[in-house]
């Protein structure tokens, strides 16, 4: 693997879980593969758990880890290009990323989208220059448009937690107070495309995400209707992709135990954090149906084949 951008880095799935269920098992196996080798973390927004798991997975891998809050820690950047650099940005991308790489083996960004102009955010721009300009591999800590370490953990944690063969799995729109990406959301139907899944989203009508990700996917307007004989129900918020950007209140959509009652006693996943009693209630964040922290467990182990497999390839 050079890069890991996006599902399209990944040349066999299937493949690319057992080996994160044997780095579950066994994470200490290669902990020689990384000695003097480095990661870089470019963090542009905030972090708990991608930060976390990624510096335990290369420890595990002998690694060493510097992280670097673009936004407190060092100059603000530039992307465009032929500008006169008289303003706000002190340092371009351009002499940026070759400079990271310089200094890292292996670089992983984080950057969300502005949420305003949705060609912009949909254009990749920071991950790509990352690419453009670099001369290491880049792996996507959740970028504009994807979160493929968060959908590569859901796929796994899917797997662990199925009780039938093909499990039906909901993805379900909940309320939140502020704009969020689509990010996640894109990413897991790229990836829950690829499974044995019966796959069925939910949303309130007008909130429908691009359909270069929602193409051949069942869309249900009726949140009640979507969950009978759900097995997993993946929450997410998501604010508009039509209208771009918009916050969408339907506090209705938030899930709680009343509406899980028609599922097939369904796990409840979300990607955390998640603000409780907004997006999820505490009856269901607090019942048998959570599996959100054995989720968030597990972005340390597919954080640690991804890059193993990086490192592999290096
Ligand atoms: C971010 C999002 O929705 O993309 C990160 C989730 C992993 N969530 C928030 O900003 C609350
Ligand atoms: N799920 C996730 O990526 O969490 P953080 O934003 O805390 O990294």
């Given at each position: 693997m050079k890069h890991f951008i996006s599902i399209k880095d990944v040349a066999d799935l299937t493949g690319l879980i057992k080996t994160s269920k044997e780095i579950k098992q066994n994470?200490?196996?290669?902990?020689?593969?990384?000695?003097n080798k480095t990661l870089g973390l470019v963090f542009f927004n905030s972090s708990l758990r991608t930060r976390m798991s990624t510096t335990r997975a290369a420890y595990n891998l002998g690694m060493n880890v510097i992280a670097l809050n673009v936004s407190s820690d060092s100059w603000q950047l530039e992307f465009s290009d032929?500008?006169?650099?008289?303003?706000?940005?002190?340092?371009?991308i351009r002499e940026a990323v070759p400079v990271l790489c310089s200094y890292c083996d292996i670089i992983g960004v984080r950057s969300f989208p502005a949420l305003v102009n949705r060609e912009e955010d949909y254009s990749e721009k920071v991950i790509n220059s990352f690419i453009e300009f670099g001369t290491c591999p880049i792996v996507n800590l959740e970028s504009a448009t994807l979160h493929p370490l968060q959908s590569f953990t859901d796929m796994l944690t899917i797997e662990e937690f199925?009780?039938?063969?093909?499990p039906k799995v909901v993805m379900t729109w909940a309320p939140h107070i502020k704009a969020l990406p689509q990010a996640v959301s894109n990413s897991f139907l790229q990836w829950a495309k690829q499974m044995d899944f019966e796959l069925t989203i939910t949303h309130?009508?007008?909130?429908?995400?691009a359909s270069e990700f929602t193409e051949g996917i069942q869309v249900e307007y009726n949140q009640e209707k979507a969950f009978e004989k759900a097995d997993f129900v993946y929450v997410k918020n998501w604010s508009s992709y039509q209208d771009y950007g918009k916050v969408v209140g339907q506090p209705d959509w938030e899930i709680t135990l009343?509406?899980?009652?028609?599922?097939?006693?369904a796990k409840v996943m979300h990607c955390l954090p998640v603000r409780r009693n907004v997006v999820i209630a505490d009856n269901v964040l607090d019942?048998?149906?959570?599996?959100v922290i054995p989720q968030a467990q597990n972005r340390l182990y597919t954080a640690q084949t991804v890059l193993k497999e990086i490192l592999t390839s290096l």
């Open positions: 994470p200490h196996t290669d902990s020689e593969l990384g000695r032929g500008i006169r650099m008289d303003g706000g940005t002190a340092e371009h199925k009780s039938v063969d093909r309130p009508e007008g909130l429908e995400l009343e509406k899980l009652r028609n599922t097939n006693e019942s048998d149906h959570s599996i």
